[in-house]
């Protein structure tokens, strides 16, 4: 990393200006490992996100980012985004945990801007919450940890300063060990937990949330001290596995909608109200 940049934590901008005609991604987890899912971002970039005036992604685009100056493989991405962004389409792009470490060379390479995590923004008119989603899994004890310190500008200025291998070999240990971990958690402890979602809305003063990270797609309606709020889930995307999934979230008339690749997708609340 240049010394004289921010380390990724203080990379990110908490005030945008309104989105007027957005479309929401997050979690694709792009590997090359992974081609037809990456093939599918693609044709997502080429196809489908033109018509959108803002593409927001709420984190984990990447399967995992160690670092801007260890990204060749993940040029073609850049360039994507870069393509849409020069055409006049504001690329918005928010931290996951997969991909804390996405940084200035990256944003400007891709002509993107970072986003705070929470941010409050103006949505088709309404204030909103948008979050990669992970900090509301607040039962998940031992993951608050792990995000606490790889979140923190100390661990982040330390870890770039070690070589690319180093890094792959800790991230690669990083991965095993929360797959084999998240094997033993309950389903519930890797989801946001209610309480401070509601604590989120208040506090934002908002009604309306929009985010990712649990891979659980899904429009809830949510009863905020006696009035209602709105949680919108955005879907991952595995367009490898047996069962492809993936989406993304639009405005119609105003009002946002879950669209799914696949049609066998089915989640709580696609193209509804938001159900409870
Ligand atoms: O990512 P996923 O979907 O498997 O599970 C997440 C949580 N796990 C993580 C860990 C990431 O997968 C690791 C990859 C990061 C790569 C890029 C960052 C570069 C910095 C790396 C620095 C080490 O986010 C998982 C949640 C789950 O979502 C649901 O919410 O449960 O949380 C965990 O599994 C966390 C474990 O409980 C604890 C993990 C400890 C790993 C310790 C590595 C120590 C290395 C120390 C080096 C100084
Ligand atoms: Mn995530």
């Known amino acids: 990393m240049n010394l004289i940049e921010p380390p990724p934590a203080l990379a990110v901008t908490g005030s945008i200006e309104p989105l007027l005609d957005p479309v929401f991604i997050s979690d694709l987890h792009l590997t090359v490992e992974r081609p037809a899912t990456s093939r599918r971002f693609f044709s997502f970039m080429q196809s489908e996100a033109p018509r959108y005036r803002e593409l927001v992604i709420l984190g984990d685009l990447f399967e995992f980012w160690i670092g801007d100056d260890a990204s060749s493989a993940a040029k073609?991405?850049?360039?994507?985004?870069?393509?849409?962004?020069?055409a006049g389409q504001r690329v918005l792009l928010m931290h996951g945990n997969r991909d804390p470490l996405l940084g200035h060379d990256f944003t400007l390479a891709a002509g993107a801007t970072l986003l705070a995590d929470p941010?409050?923004?103006?949505?088709?008119?309404?204030?909103?919450?948008?979050?990669?989603?992970?900090?509301?899994?607040?039962?998940d004890v031992a993951y608050q940890q792990f995000r606490s310190m790889v979140r923190s500008v100390e661990f982040q200025r330390e870890f770039?300063?070690?070589?690319?291998?180093?890094?792959?070999?800790?991230?690669?240990?990083?991965?095993?060990?929360?797959?084999t971990e998240k094997a033993t958690k309950a389903m519930d402890i890797m989801d946001v937990t209610p309480d401070?979602?509601?604590?989120?809305?208040?506090?934002?003063?908002?009604?309306?949330?929009?985010?990712?990270?649990?891979?659980?797609?899904?429009?809830?309606?949510i009863d905020l001290d006696g009035a209602s709020a709105e949680r919108w889930v955005l879907p991952d995307w595995d367009v490898d596995a047996s069962e492809p999934r993936g989406g993304y979230l639009h405005?119609?008339?105003?009002?946002?909608?879950?669209?799914?690749?696949?049609d066998q997708q089915s989640c709580g609340g696609i193209n509804r109200r938001p159900a409870d």
């Open 119 to 139: 941010i409050v923004v103006d949505v088709v008119g309404a204030k909103t919450l948008l979050s990669h989603g992970d900090a509301w899994c607040t039962r």
């Open 196 to 221: 401070a979602v509601c604590r989120a809305l208040r506090d934002a003063g908002v009604r309306r949330i929009i985010h990712g990270h649990t891979h659980r797609p899904a429009a809830h309606r």
């Open 76 to 86: 073609p991405v850049v360039d994507a985004l870069a393509a849409a962004s020069s």
């Open 251 to 262: 405005f119609v008339a105003g009002e946002p909608r879950l669209v799914f690749f696949n």
């Open 160 to 179: 770039l300063t070690k070589s690319v291998e180093e890094r792959a070999a800790i991230a690669g240990s990083a991965r095993t060990r929360s797959d």
